[in-house]
């Protein structure tokens, strides 16, 4: 068992750590473990382990870290104890490992049979530099204040199912996905858009995609619908395949998290330029379709034959009773007779001029 002592008083996390380590040899290999400021012992029987015991506990009460366990880089750059020394004693030799750079260690012999904690008190504080591992990503925690670079990569190590969004600088984990107000909804939602963007080229409709809207927002949104990157829309797709910029159109089915959904995740988009933003308050059995054009917030009234209309994608209307009712059926009349408007052949003929004549 390797046994090292650091002090890491005043050393900032993330960065190459001078500290002070105090340790033994592993007794079978005759290794020092590290590569600094070390004090290994070849000592064994019952009185090595009481003094050992005795120096833990010191290092211990003058606030240093106790470690078990040596990274394997140390150990491989450690050195054999010198054991030739004249009039040394195989027992109760302690020796003291110096750095030499990207070279192994120095050995230097300390008197036989000196107590370990008197070496320890006595050492001078040898600045040195250890080599660093990259340390273990954090998990992703909700309430986490994190900056988007640093939230992709702790996602990227979390598991495939796993699913999270920083919104405001401020991480929230979604919780488990129910079918009755959260995946039959948005099947019908997706159904919607679909069906709009068939007869609308350069518009595309995605769910659940990545969107990177700032340097403290990287949302998830429930649908989008955009004017495709190649036809001057105000998105593009990384390389990574994430969407970067705000979408035209965001869709969110909100249950639980109706709260965030209409308050942070509503100011996130509106300041980033989302155009249009529509929340389907399921267990409300209400939908609040918000215009953003210039910055300002409008609510989107129903027209006296009860059906909601784009500002942004002309043709783009909802029967929102045939929605919530279930009616698809009815929901894709609707989307025909919105497409078949000359207001919708004019948006086409933008990015289809055959299409749209």
Same mark, same amino acid.
């Given at each position: 068992?390797?046994?090292?002592?650091?002090?890491?008083?005043?050393?900032?996390?993330?960065?190459? /750590?001078?500290?002070?380590?105090?340790?033994?040899?592993?007794?079978?290999?005759?290794?020092?473990?590290?590569?600094?400021?070390?004090?290994?012992?070849?000592?064994?029987?019952?009185?090595?382990?009481?003094?050992?015991?005795?120096?833990?506990?010191?290092?211990?009460?003058?606030?240093?870290?106790?470690?078990?366990?040596?990274?394997? /880089?140390?150990?491989?750059?450690?050195?054999?104890?010198?054991?030739?020394?004249?009039?040394?004693?195989?027992?109760?030799?302690?020796?003291?490992?110096?750095?030499?750079?990207?070279?192994?260690?120095?050995? /230097?012999?300390?008197?036989?049979?000196?107590?370990?904690?008197?070496?320890?008190?006595?050492?001078?504080?040898?600045?040195?530099?250890?080599?660093?591992?990259?340390?273990?990503?954090?998990?992703?925690?909700?309430?986490?204040?994190?900056?988007?670079?640093?939230?992709?990569?702790?996602?990227?190590?979390?598991?495939?199912?796993?699913?999270?969004?920083?919104?405001?600088?401020?991480?929230?984990?979604?919780?488990?996905?129910?079918?009755?107000?959260?995946?039959?909804?948005?099947?019908?939602?997706?159904?919607?858009?679909?069906?709009?963007?068939?007869?609308?080229?350069?518009?595309?409709?995605?769910?659940?995609?990545?969107?990177?809207?700032?340097?403290?927002?990287?949302?998830?949104?429930?649908?989008?619908?955009?004017?495709?990157?190649?036809?001057?829309?105000?998105?593009?797709?990384?390389?990574?395949?994430?969407?970067?910029?705000?979408?035209?159109?965001?869709?969110?089915?909100?249950?639980?998290?109706?709260?965030?959904?209409?308050?942070?995740?509503?100011?996130?988009?509106?300041?980033?330029?989302?155009?249009?933003?529509?929340?389907?308050?399921?267990?409300?059995?209400?939908?609040?379709?918000?215009?953003?054009?210039?910055?300002?917030?409008?609510?989107?009234?129903?027209?006296?034959?009860?059906?909601?209309?784009?500002?942004?994608?002309?043709?783009?209307?909802?029967?929102?009773?045939?929605?919530?009712?279930?009616?698809?059926?009815?929901?894709?009349?609707?989307?025909?007779?919105?497409?078949?408007?000359?207001?919708?052949?004019?948006?086409?003929?933008?990015?289809?001029?055959?299409?749209?004549?």
């Amino acid at each position: 068992m390797h046994l090292a002592a650091i002090d890491r008083s005043g050393v900032r996390p993330g960065t190459n /750590q001078r500290c002070r380590i105090l340790g033994r040899a592993d007794p079978e290999r005759q290794h020092a473990v590290g590569c600094d400021h070390i004090l290994a012992s070849r000592g064994g029987g019952r009185d090595g382990e009481l003094a050992r015991a005795d120096a833990e506990q010191r290092v211990e009460r003058r606030g240093w870290v106790v470690a078990r366990t040596v990274p394997q /880089q140390h150990r491989d750059r450690g050195t054999r104890l010198d054991s030739s020394e004249p009039g040394s004693s195989d027992s109760d030799r302690w020796v003291r490992v110096e750095s030499a750079g990207r070279r192994s260690p120095k050995v /230097q012999a300390f008197p036989e049979r000196t107590c370990p904690h008197t070496l320890a008190e006595s050492l001078p504080v040898i600045p040195v530099t250890l080599p660093v591992d990259s340390p273990r990503i954090p998990p992703l925690s909700a309430g986490d204040h994190l900056t988007r670079s640093e939230f992709e990569r702790r996602y990227l190590a979390m598991p495939e199912s796993f699913r999270a969004e920083l919104i405001e600088g401020i991480v929230y984990v979604g919780s488990p996905v129910r079918v009755t107000v959260h995946g039959e909804p948005l099947a019908r939602v997706l159904g919607w858009l679909t069906h709009y963007a068939a007869s609308t080229p350069g518009t595309e409709v995605s769910t659940d995609a990545t969107v990177r809207l700032d340097l403290d927002n990287e949302v998830q949104p429930d649908a989008c619908l955009r004017i495709a990157p190649s036809r001057q829309g105000q998105t593009k797709t990384s390389v990574e395949g994430y969407i970067e910029g705000a979408p035209e159109l965001v869709v969110e089915v909100a249950a639980s998290s109706v709260s965030i959904d209409l308050h942070a995740k509503l100011r996130a988009y509106r300041r980033n330029g989302v155009r249009e933003y529509l929340v389907w308050r399921v267990l409300d059995a209400a939908m609040d379709w918000l215009d953003f054009a210039d910055g300002e917030l409008e609510h989107v009234a129903p027209g006296d034959d009860g059906l909601l209309r784009s500002r942004v994608f002309p043709g783009l209307w909802l029967d929102p009773t045939a929605l919530l009712e279930r009616d698809m059926a009815a929901v894709f009349r609707t989307v025909e007779s919105g497409v078949a408007t000359a207001e919708h052949a004019a948006f086409v003929h933008r990015f289809d001029p055959e299409r749209g004549k």
